[in-house]
């Protein structure tokens, strides 16, 4: 069992940057590929990026290329997404993910979640 809970949402202005956090309880942390979601009103949940168990690899999805970075500390059992350039349409619940393998996460079938976390950015 996992336990995911997010931390660092907010109301930010377009162009500017947060930093979500993900803590996960367990023992297994660095066993789980890591990634975030995020749903807006009236979409479906969009897949926003990944990170394998070591965090030597990660992806994104095409919207958020260039402007998110996601990270891990397998120390702090905590991921991270790193959000620059926030846009309008950035707005959504992001929600946190842990997955046996990359493919779950990027057909959106991950094992665990998190409650998320409400971002709001500002035009």
């Known amino acids: 069992q996992v336990q995911l809970v997010e931390s660092g949402g907010g109301l930010v202005q377009a162009g500017g940057s947060l930093r979500l956090s993900c803590a996960a309880s367990?023992?297994?942390?660095?066993?789980?590929?890591m990634g975030w979601f995020r749903q807006a009103p009236g979409k479906e949940r969009e897949f926003v990026a990944g990170i394998g168990g070591s965090g030597g690899s990660t992806y994104y999805g095409d919207s958020v290329k260039g402007r998110f970075t996601i990270s891990r500390n397998n120390v702090k059992n905590t991921v991270y997404l790193q959000m620059n350039s926030l846009k309008p349409e950035d707005t959504a619940v992001y929600y946190c993910a842990a997955g046996s393998d990359r493919n779950s996460l990027v057909v959106g079938t991950p094992g665990y979640w998190g409650q998320g976390t409400q971002v709001t950015v500002s035009s």
């Open positions: 367990g023992r297994t942390f660095s066993r789980y590929s």
